[in-house]
C-alpha cells in the first residue's frame, strides 16, 4: 500500500531530519554524565542502519550533504567515511572553505569549528 513506510525507514528519516538541522558535532557522551546528545543517538542511528540499507542511507547522506546545517554536513561527511572513502575525502575537499561555525564536543569539552577548519582536520588525518 503506497504511503506506508517501515519502521525502520520512519526512524532513519528521523534521525536525518535531527542531523539536518544539527548545531552541534558530538559522536560520544558529552559533559561530566557522558550523556548522548539526541543528535549524537540521530548519527548513531543513521550510521547503524548503513548495514542493512546502504543505498537509502546513501541518498540520505547525499541530501545531507547539499542542504544540510553545517553540523549536519559534517555528520554526513563522517558518515562517508566508512562507506566510500573516495567520496569522504571529496566531501571533507568542497566543505574547506566553508566559513560557517558549529559547536564541537569531545567528552566534556565543549568548543566551536568552522566547517573549514573541521574539514582540513579531517583530511589531514585520513
Given amino acids: 500500500m503506497f504511503g506506508m513506510r517501515k519502521a525502520w525507514e520512519r526512524e532513519l528519516g528521523a534521525a536525518v531530519d535531527q542531523l539536518m538541522t544539527a548545531d552541534t558535532l558530538a559522536f560520544g557522551g558529552t559533559g561530566f554524565a557522558g550523556t548522548l546528545l539526541p543528535v549524537t543517538e540521530a548519527y548513531l542511528a543513521v550510521e547503524a542502519a548503513q548495514g542493512d540499507h546502504p543505498d ?26 566508512r562507506i566510500d572513502p573516495a567520496a569522504a575525502r571529496a566531501a571533507w575537499t568542497s566543505l574547506r572553505d566553508d566559513p560557517t ?20 582536520q579531517r583530511l589531514a588525518t585520513a
Fill in 56 to 81: 537509502e542511507v546513501r541518498h540520505h547522506i547525499d541530501r545531507l550533504l547539499t542542504k544540510g546545517s553545517p553540523a549536519g554536513r559534517a555528520y554526513a561527511a563522517t558518515l562517508l567515511e
Fill in 101 to 120: 561555525e558549529f559547536t564541537t564536543f569531545v567528552g566534556c569539552v565543549m568548543g566551536r569549528s568552522t566547517v573549514g577548519d573541521y574539514a582540513t
